[in-house]
Structure formats: structure tokens, C-alpha cells
């Protein structure tokens, strides 16, 4: 079956660590994301990429680090610099033919990072 | 940039009644609308989505209707069931700029 996968499910770090979260899409997708989910606040676009070896900042950038080297693959580096990492993190993809990101979103199940 | 607000956040209804979710947004330049279904520990659906060429869509109990002059749209689930309980996110944007996304209205439905 098509879809996202993102790794693993849960991830406890230590403060101060660097942290990589997976994404990977069979979709044949141009387009991937990576929002922010805390409670009560939405979801906060972070990062958006429409083709390999591009993308974009999000509204909250700060503190996090993107790649995207192969299209099926979109990793989300959470760094120390980053002030409240812990959150879940959710990654999608859409066809986006021509760059409008007016397709809808795919999303995965999303990684739930603890950072203590 | 967008800013979408969504109202309520919160929302209680019995078994068989109807629901609705309001949003506005403040970019008059977004032709596209999506509302999305989260269940827990799960990522968010697409439920239904419109764009700005129509000003109403229906999808077996589900409906969006859009008001482009007043810059709102809403979410109508009429005959809730227990299933139909979850968080509900709208969005919206326009061409070339990513999906902004309003706060969630979290749906409880009782039997």
C-alpha cells in the first residue's frame, strides 16, 4: 500500500542532543512537509519542500534543520537549539503539480519526541 | 501571511444531532479550503476540501459551504455518530504557499 511512514513512533532524548526524525513517502509525491503539533495550538508548518535539493521555511523554522536528497525522503533534524522540542511531529505529502500546494495532504502517523 | 482562526474549540453534541465548525481566514488571496478528521495517535485525513470557484459541497453527511466576501468557512456533519468523534482541523491557502492550519475543535458525539 501507498503512504507515509515516519520513524519511530516515539523518541526520548536528552537535552542538548541532536535529534533526526524519518519520513519516507511511496506516494510519488512532489511535495512533503513537516508540521508541529502541540495541544491546542494546530498544526505549525515548520518546513515545506516541492523538489529535491529545495525547500522552504516554514512559520517555525527556528531551531530545526531539513534535507532533501531523494524525493521519497524528507528527514527533520530537531537541534539544541530548538527551545521546546518536545511535541509531535507530523509529516505529509501532496502531488502538487506546477508548485501551487493546492493538492491535499497525506500525512503519517507522526513521531511524538520527548526531550527531558 | 495567513492567519486561519477556528471556533469552537470544543464541541459536544448527542448522537443524531447536527455539527458545525466555523473558520475564517485573513488572506483574501486563498482559493483552496481542506478540513481534515485527526483520530488519536493518528495523523489527520481529508475529509472534504473546496475550492474557491464553489460556494457549497456536500459529501453524504458531510458539508462545506465557503463565504469568500466575509472570508469564512464551515464544516456541517449532520446525524453525528459516535465515530464521527475527533479532532477537526480546517485550512486554507493560496497557490504557491504552503496549508495554514486553524487550532483543531475537538468533537465529542454521545450515544
Known amino acids: 500500500d501507498g503512504g507515509i511512514t515516519q520513524s519511530p513512533k516515539y523518541l526520548f532524548r536528552k537535552e542538548g542532543q541532536n535529534v533526526t526524525l524519518s519520513c519516507e513517502q511511496n506516494l510519488n509525491h512532489d511535495a512533503m512537509y513537516w508540521y508541529r503539533q502541540d495541544p491546542g495550538q494546530g498544526l505549525r508548518l515548520i518546513y515545506y519542500?516541492?523538489?529535491?535539493?529545495?525547500?522552504q521555511k516554514g512559520d517555525i523554522a527556528e531551531g530545526y534543520s531539513v534535507s532533501r536528497e531523494k524525493k521519497e525522503s524528507f528527514p527533520l533534524t530537531v537541534t539544541s537549539a530548538q527551545k521546546n522540542p518536545t511535541a509531535f511531529y507530523l509529516c505529509a505529502s501532496s502531488i502538487d503539480t506546477g508548485g501551487s500546494y493546492n493538492s491535499p495532504l497525506h500525512f503519517g502517523n507522526g513521531t511524538r519526541l520527548t526531550v527531558t | 501571511g495567513e492567519n486561519v482562526e477556528q471556533h469552537p474549540s470544543t464541541l459536544s453534541v448527542q448522537e443524531g444531532d447536527s455539527a458545525v465548525i466555523k473558520c475564517t481566514y485573513s488572506d483574501s488571496a486563498s482559493n483552496y479550503f481542506p478540513w481534515y478528521k485527526q483520530e488519536l495517535g493518528k495523523g489527520p485525513q481529508l475529509i472534504i476540501d473546496?475550492?474557491?470557484?464553489?460556494g457549497e459541497k456536500k459529501d453524504q453527511r458531510i458539508a462545506v459551504t465557503l463565504n469568500k466576501t466575509a472570508k469564512h468557512f464551515s464544516l456541517h456533519i449532520t446525524e453525528t455518530q459516535p465515530e464521527d468523534s475527533a479532532v477537526y482541523f480546517c485550512?486554507?491557502?493560496?497557490?504557491?504557499?504552503?496549508?495554514?492550519f486553524g487550532k483543531g475543535t475537538t468533537l465529542s458525539v454521545s450515544s
Open positions: 519542500s516541492q523538489i529535491v535539493n529545495d525547500f
Open positions: 485550512a486554507a491557502n493560496q497557490a504557491g504557499t504552503a496549508l495554514i
Open positions: 473546496i475550492r474557491s470557484n464553489v
